[in-house]
């Protein structure tokens, strides 16, 4: 199976135009059988325009015939002498609009409060920034940090709240495993100091009564 181009709207032409099984409609489409089932049902993609692989270019007319003469053959269609134009390159350099990219420091303060545990690498990914901006935020050099104040970069809709979610779970993660490696951070508790014996009445006559000035000196006259 090869991505193609519009696939509902292409197994919608399928269906009406064609003999072919739901699971060689599915399978050519990149869809699941259930709902190519629905397209056919009128449940599923019910405002969408058919359109024909055949005239588009993207299915011959001979691996049409051969599916419908075989409902146990796959299709596979015709890959554009231009596929490689189509796919996606190296991804672009998050960009921040101007608008925002002054809330950028109180995102990196919030982080820098809230979640030491993130690294600058994360924080400079996730919010397009640069270390130097973090150092000085964090160190108070920036040139605006009578004004930065903490903010949760999804309330400057800096990032989504699951991305962010993530990124605080991974540090997490990884800061765990590092204390795990350097024997545990946390602090052992100190032992208490065995605690004096109490006072039993009984331990004098086990060790003997104490000699008392009368068993010493003899009775007073």
Same mark, same amino acid.
């Given at each position: 199976?090869?991505?193609?181009?519009?696939?509902?709207?292409?197994?919608?032409?399928?269906?009406?135009?064609?003999?072919?099984?739901?699971?060689?409609?599915?399978?050519?489409?990149?869809?699941?059988?259930?709902?190519?089932?629905?397209?056919?049902?009128?449940?599923?993609?019910?405002?969408?325009?058919?359109?024909?692989? $055949?005239?588009?270019?993207? /299915?011959? *007319?001979?691996?049409? =015939? @051969?599916?419908?003469? %075989? #409902?146990?053959?796959?299709?596979? +269609?015709?890959?554009?002498?231009?596929?490689?134009?189509?796919?996606?390159?190296?991804?672009?350099?998050?960009?921040?609009?101007?608008?925002?990219?002054?809330?950028?420091?109180?995102?990196?303060?919030?982080?820098?409060?809230?979640?030491?545990?993130?690294?600058?690498?994360?924080?400079?990914?996730?919010?397009?920034?640069?270390?130097?901006?973090?150092?000085?935020?964090?160190?108070?050099?920036?040139?605006?940090?009578?004004?930065?104040?903490?903010?949760?970069?999804?309330?400057?809709?800096?990032?989504?709240? $699951?991305?962010?979610?993530? /990124?605080? *779970?991974?540090?997490? =993660? @990884?800061?765990?495993? %590092? #204390?795990?490696?350097?024997?545990? +951070?946390?602090?052992?508790?100190?032992?208490?100091?065995?605690?004096?014996?109490?006072?039993?009445?009984?331990?004098?006559?086990?060790?003997?009564?104490?000699?008392?000035?009368?068993?010493?000196?003899?009775?007073?006259?």
């Amino acid at each position: 199976m090869t991505d193609i181009l519009m696939p509902k709207a292409t197994a919608v032409w399928l269906v009406d135009n064609t003999s072919l099984s739901f699971d060689q409609i599915a399978d050519f489409c990149g869809l699941h059988p259930l709902e190519v089932r629905g397209i056919a049902d009128g449940d599923v993609a019910r405002d969408i325009r058919g359109a024909d692989p $055949l005239v588009n270019g993207q /299915l011959s *007319r001979e691996e049409l =015939d @051969k599916a419908q003469a %075989d #409902d146990t053959y796959r299709m596979s +269609a015709v890959v554009s002498r231009h596929a490689e134009l189509m796919t996606g390159g190296k991804k672009a350099p998050k960009y921040t609009p101007v608008s925002r990219r002054q809330d950028r420091p109180d995102a990196i303060s919030w982080f820098v409060r809230n979640h030491p545990e993130v690294t600058d690498a994360q924080i400079s990914k996730l919010l397009g920034t640069t270390k130097a901006t973090i150092d000085s935020v964090r160190n108070r050099t920036h040139w605006n940090s009578a004004n930065i104040k903490p903010v949760d970069p999804v309330t400057l809709g800096l990032v989504g709240q $699951l991305a962010l979610d993530e /990124l605080v *779970r991974k540090a997490a =993660d @990884k800061k765990a495993k %590092d #204390d795990a490696r350097k024997g545990g +951070a946390t602090i052992q508790p100190v032992e208490a100091e065995p605690a004096e014996p109490e006072f039993v009445p009984e331990a004098r006559e086990r060790r003997g009564a104490e000699p008392t000035a009368a068993s010493v000196f003899g009775p007073k006259d």
